[in-house]
Each structure stands twice: as structure tokens, then as C-alpha cells.
């Protein structure tokens, strides 16, 4: 029989938990208006990627 902390891992029980647990609060002001998110740090986002994935900011181009 496999050990509990095993079976977590396999059935990806600690990846589903740290969602809740390891978000940081991040502020951040755009054209005026404050914008109040909570990001997961694991995961490397650029700021363009903030605006335009999670602000909806799809008219922000990235610059060559």
C-alpha cells in the first residue's frame, strides 16, 4: 500500500492546494484606475502578461 504523502503526489493534491495558500496580494495603478489582483509567485509573469491576461488589456503590444 502506498504512503499517504505518496498518494498526495500522485493525485496532485499538494499542486491543487497550493492555489489557495502561496497567492500574493499585488496593487497596481493603471491610467488612473487601481487595480487590486492576487498572483501566484511560482509562476513567472511578465507585465505585459498581467495586462493583458488578467487586466483584459488586449490592445497592450509588446515593443520590438
Known amino acids: 500500500m502506498p504512503h499517504p504523502i505518496g498518494k498526495s503526489g500522485e ?3 499538494d499542486e ?6 502561496e497567492k ?3 496593487s497596481l495603478e493603471v491610467n488612473g484606475t487601481k487595480y487590486n489582483l492576487s498572483i501566484e509567485p511560482r ?3 511578465t ?8 487586466l483584459s488589456f488586449t490592445g497592450t503590444k509588446k515593443g520590438h
Do not use: G
Open 16 to 21: 491543487k492546494a497550493a492555489i489557495y495558500f
Open 11 to 13: 493525485s496532485r493534491l
Open 43 to 45: 509562476v513567472t509573469v
Open 24 to 26: 500574493q496580494a499585488l
Open 47 to 54: 507585465l505585459l502578461d498581467l495586462l493583458r491576461d488578467q
